[in-house]
């Protein structure tokens, strides 16, 4: 079993979260974790390096069951092989997804704040970017065992309505959401769904924190409420910290939207670029994570305590919001910089210099980010001690202006 507590050193390995930040700085920023994968994964790995011949590999029947089973297991999902097709991550998905569902100068919808490469698949594809702000409700709605909160996030479906009146014909939609932790509630997806069938509007879900559940309530997939409107994509990347093997799952159960996701995808020789070892990674981790994932969950879990506890007592005109799902909290320090005249990059400087913590600015999500950073909780509970010392140290002595 997985010793979560166990600190790896990352530097010097070519990982982008700890190797651009300087030595004496904890990065908090970019979202994989600091953790060793499971063991099964490991172990599948190195069977499969063992063998010298690394040619052309395929996807197999038992590829594609594994991420089936895994899914019907995990969040009673029911997902026919034949709907999925293996891509080399989210995003080279998502922008094939918006190549097959629309036209340039179309509207596609995103949520701010929300993951900012969002912005840039948008544009790429000479699609114009328009926004349906997260509304911020004050209070989350009570889930039985949630925790009290201080502020949550809701959609606008009044307002995403107007955008689906006006003419976007697709939402990119983040399920659960990146940066603000909300694991949409059944709910709140049946009445996405229902507008979403209302105007013909498509839906690419990027349900790559699926797995990442920290309620006790389930994740539901828009594959369950829209399955015939709906582009989904997952992987294993974010469930067992396997960024960097380079593999995503698509799922389109409508046989049209599907050929149309396809043919992009061939066209861009996205489903030629299965890397061996991704193939591998990946088949082992959905046959045998199981156990892993429960114990990094509980592991999660008890970060987030830490984290809130330390918030709570230690960062006064700081809060952190719920944490329905996903390791990145979403920390609101609009009161603290308002106290005390603090710019964004007076803020930001205050972090990375004073508290030396390397977070994720708010801003870069887009709309509603001011004030807010995004810290990744998945690291040994040490070194969120230290940074989570760091930076309430930093916030009490307040920012040094070194002009
Ligand atoms: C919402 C979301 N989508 C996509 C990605 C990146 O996925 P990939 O590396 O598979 O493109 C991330 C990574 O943080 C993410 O948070």
Known sequence: MTDFDTVIERRGTGAVKW???????????????????????TDALARRVAHPIYGYPMVSDSYRHAFCEWQQRRNRLAIDPA??????????????AIDAVSEPGDAVVVQTPVYFPFFHAIRSKGRRLVLNPLRESGVVPAHPGGHAHHHGFAMDFNHLEELFRDGAR??????????????WSRDELTALAGLARQWGVTVISDEIHSDIILEPRPFVSM????????????????TFNLAGIGASQTVVPDPGLRSRVRRVCER????????????TAT????????????????????????LRTAVANRMP?????????????WLDLRDYCAERALSESQLKRLLQHQARVKLSDGVQFGHGGLGFQRLN?????????????????????GYISTV
């Open 283 to 306: 088949e082992a981790a959905y046959r045998h994570g199981d156990a892993w994932l429960d114990a990094l969950l509980d592991y999660l879990r008890g970060n987030h305590a830490v």
């Open 268 to 279: 861009d020789g996205l489903l030629s670029l299965q890397h061996v070892l991704s193939l």
């Open 223 to 238: 594959l369950d409420v829209l399955p015939e409107l709906t582009v989904a994509c997952f992987s294993v990347s974010k």
């Open 83 to 96: 709907w999925l097709l293996a891509t080399p991550a989210v995003m080279p998905a998502v922008r094939a």
């Open 377 to 397: 909780f998945a690291t040994p509970r040490l070194i969120l001690e230290e940074a989570l010392g760091r930076i309430a140290d930093a916030l009490h002595r």
């Open 170 to 183: 697709v939402l990119l939609l983040c399920s659960p959401h990146n940066p603000v932790a909300r694991l």
């Open 19 to 41: 190797d651009v930040t300087a030595p004496d700085v904890i990065p908090l920023w970019v979202a994989d974790m600091d953790f060793a994968a499971p063991a099964a994964v």
């Open 317 to 329: 005109g700081v809060r952190a919001g719920a944490q329905e799902a996903t390791y990145i909290a």
